[in-house]
């Protein structure tokens, strides 16, 4: 097996169709200076025969196409065609041509003009000795090198891959695969004719029973058949026995008769003593229920009463236990007011006194202020001095003495203003929280005074509702 010949199109460098050939059995070797296609040509073979270029997107398409000058090209092939002379392919055939075409949206195989998946394509390759992971027929630069410094796992890996097996390997993976899928298949059967074999016992068994059932229903039927003949014939007999008694009473009949009417007359009276004695029912009746309806009025109001005045107890017993709770919250606004008071009384001497620190603070400051001014009044003045540098250090020293002095002053001045404005801050808290407490306070007097007058009335409800109920009393 070997190539005899390569046709490229759209492909890169090549733009227009290109047939190289041909190739000899033993070893080819192609020249030719840079720029000329070698990498190309070389790039060519590997797009067709390895794994090199799966899985492309639309740029990576797009960079295999030719882009020189002139119209666009949209799609590329690549042909190789092989010689099978020594059946190396699994095709019956002496030549094999494999074509891979490329565009910005497809990527197509075929063999022997014919299209096929890549699978097909890659299985084909693997059978006739081409490795997809590893490809031993094409040595890019340091492939030797990595060969080299394969470990033994690695390197009996490729030499499955190098024999083909790798393919059967694959199959194999995919037959026990298969065969694990029907043995979970044969084990869901089994799991259903073992249902099946339980339905048939329980149907057997139904069966049974139908027929022991079919079996008592037709005794039953016999049963029956044979009360009704027995039936019929006690009744047949009673007609005979009538007809005889008939034909036998002809001359009774006129006794028969005046007992009849006496009888009919007895009758009579009888019903209208009956229909008096409805009467007196229905009347009785009537009474009953006006009886019951008072009753129940009488149990109805009984009950209401009752309930009244549990509500009336219970609205009584919230009402002192909310007066109570009242009281402690009282006392305790009274005593927090009262802290809050002694809290404000001896806060104010602080305050106070830090107001107559920040007066004595300003008026320290308004005096350096005034020392400083003199002082530089006074740099001028050169007669109290023998030297200028004398007056100079002199002066020198008192200015920094009295920014020294100065800005002590304001920094207890700033914190006299802080100190006072946080003590305002503390009185005026204070101040808002004892008006809210009174105004609670007042709150709750009103409060509490409208629950007394809640009580009393309920009170009053209640000693009515007493009343009442005492003249309440149930007619039976």
């Given at each position: 097996?070997?190539?005899?010949?390569?046709?490229?199109?759209?492909?890169?460098?090549?733009?227009?169709?290109?047939?190289?050939?041909?190739?000899?059995?033993?070893?080819?070797?192609?020249?030719?200076?840079?720029?000329?296609?070698?990498?190309?040509?070389?790039?060519?073979?590997?797009?067709?025969?390895?794994?090199?270029?799966?899985?492309?997107?639309?740029?990576?398409?797009?960079?295999?196409?030719?882009?020189?000058?002139?119209?666009?090209?949209?799609?590329?092939?690549?042909?190789?065609?092989?010689?099978?002379?020594?059946?190396?392919?699994?095709?019956?055939?002496?030549?094999?041509?494999?074509?891979?075409?490329?565009?910005?949206k497809k990527d197509?195989?075929?063999?022997?003009?014919?299209?096929?998946?890549?699978?097909?394509?890659?299985?084909?390759?693997?059978?006739?000795?081409?490795?997809?992971?590893?490809?031993?027929?094409?040595?890019?630069?340091?492939?030797?090198?990595?060969?080299?410094?394969?470990?033994?796992?690695?390197?009996?890996?490729?030499?499955?891959?190098?024999?083909?097996?790798?393919?059967?390997?694959?199959?194999?993976?995919?037959?026990?695969?298969?065969?694990?899928?029907?043995?979970?298949?044969?084990?869901?059967?089994?799991?259903?004719?073992?249902?099946?074999?339980?339905?048939?016992?329980?149907?057997?068994?139904?069966?049974?029973?139908?027929?022991?059932?079919?079996?008592?229903?037709?005794?039953?039927?016999?049963?029956?058949?044979?009360?009704?003949?027995?039936?019929?014939?006690?009744?047949?007999?009673?007609?005979?026995?009538?007809?005889?008694?008939?034909?036998?009473?002809?001359?009774?009949?006129?006794?028969?008769?005046?007992?009849?009417?006496?009888?009919?007359?007895?009758?009579?009276?009888?019903?209208?003593?009956?229909?008096?004695?409805?009467?007196?029912?229905?009347?009785?009746?009537?009474?009953?229920?006006?009886?019951?309806?008072?009753?129940?009025?009488?149990?109805?109001?009984?009950?209401?009463?009752?309930?009244?005045?549990?509500?009336?107890?219970?609205?009584?017993?919230?009402?002192?236990?909310?007066?109570?709770?009242?009281?402690?919250?009282?006392?305790?606004?009274?005593?927090?007011?009262?802290?809050?008071?002694?809290?404000?009384?001896?806060?104010?001497?602080?305050?106070?006194?830090?107001?107559?620190?920040?007066?004595?603070t300003k008026t320290?400051?308004?005096?350096?202020?005034?020392?400083?001014?003199?002082?530089?009044?006074?740099?001028?003045?050169?007669?109290?001095?023998?030297?200028?540098?004398?007056?100079?250090?002199?002066?020198?020293?008192?200015?920094?003495?009295?920014?020294?002095?100065?800005?002590?002053?304001?920094?207890?001045?700033?914190?006299?203003?802080?100190?006072?404005?946080?003590?305002?801050?503390?009185?005026?808290?204070?101040?808002?929280?004892?008006?809210q407490l009174r105004?609670?306070?007042?709150?709750?007097?009103?409060?509490?005074?409208?629950?007394?007058?809640?009580?009393?009335?309920?009170?009053?409800?209640?000693?009515?509702?007493?009343?009442?109920?005492?003249?309440?009393?149930?007619?039976?």
């Open positions: 097996m070997f190539i005899k010949q390569i046709i490229i199109q759209g492909f890169k460098s090549y733009k227009d169709q290109t047939v190289i050939e041909p190739f000899s059995p033993g070893l080819n070797v192609i020249v030719g200076r840079n720029g000329s296609g070698k990498s190309n040509f070389f790039a060519a073979i590997r797009f067709v025969l390895s794994d090199a270029y799966t899985q492309m997107g639309r740029e990576e398409r797009q960079a295999l196409l030719h882009e020189g000058s002139g119209s666009a090209v949209m799609s590329a092939y690549v042909e190789v065609i092989f010689d099978n002379g020594d059946d190396r392919f699994p095709t019956g055939k002496d030549e094999l041509i494999l074509r891979r075409t490329i565009g910005l197509e195989y075929s063999l022997d003009r014919k299209n096929a998946t890549k699978a097909d394509v890659m299985n084909l390759l693997e059978s006739a000795g081409f490795s997809r992971s590893n490809p031993y027929y094409i040595v890019p630069q340091g492939r030797v090198t990595t060969l080299t410094n394969m470990k033994d796992p690695e390197r009996l890996s490729l030499l499955k891959e190098v024999a083909g097996t790798q393919v059967y390997e694959a199959r194999r993976v995919e037959s026990l695969k298969i065969m694990t899928e029907t043995e979970n298949k044969r084990g869901k059967i089994d799991e259903l004719l073992d249902y099946i074999k339980d339905r048939l016992g329980e149907l057997e068994e139904e069966k049974e029973e139908l027929r022991t059932y079919q079996e008592k229903d037709r005794e039953r039927r016999c049963l029956e058949y044979t009360i009704y003949h027995r039936e019929q014939m006690e009744i047949a007999n009673a007609l005979g026995n009538i007809d005889e008694l008939r034909q036998n009473g002809v001359g009774e009949t006129d006794d028969n008769r005046e007992l009849f009417m006496a009888g009919e007359k007895e009758i009579d009276e009888i019903n209208g003593h009956i229909a008096e004695v409805k009467r007196q029912m229905e009347l009785l009746k009537i009474d009953k229920r006006q009886l019951e309806d008072e009753k129940r009025d009488s149990a109805r109001a009984r009950a209401k009463a009752e309930l009244d005045l549990k509500a009336l107890t219970e609205g009584q017993s919230q009402a002192e236990h909310s007066q109570a709770r009242y009281q402690e919250e009282l006392q305790q606004v009274q005593e927090m007011m009262s802290t809050r008071e002694a809290a404000l009384s001896q806060l104010l001497p602080d305050f106070n006194a830090k107001r107559e620190q920040e007066t004595a320290q400051l308004d005096e350096a202020e005034a020392t400083r001014r003199r002082l530089y009044a006074k740099q001028g003045r050169n007669t109290h001095f023998s030297s200028k540098k004398e007056r100079d250090n002199w002066l020198r020293k008192e200015v920094e003495e009295a920014n020294v002095a100065l800005a002590t002053r304001k920094a207890i001045r700033m914190q006299a203003a802080e100190d006072v404005t946080q003590q305002e801050q503390t009185i005026e808290a204070l101040v808002a929280e004892a008006e105004r609670k306070f007042d709150g709750r007097g009103d409060a509490m005074q409208s629950m007394a007058a809640e009580v009393d009335k309920a009170k009053e409800e209640r000693d009515r509702l007493m009343d009442q109920r005492k003249w309440v009393t149930p007619r039976f």
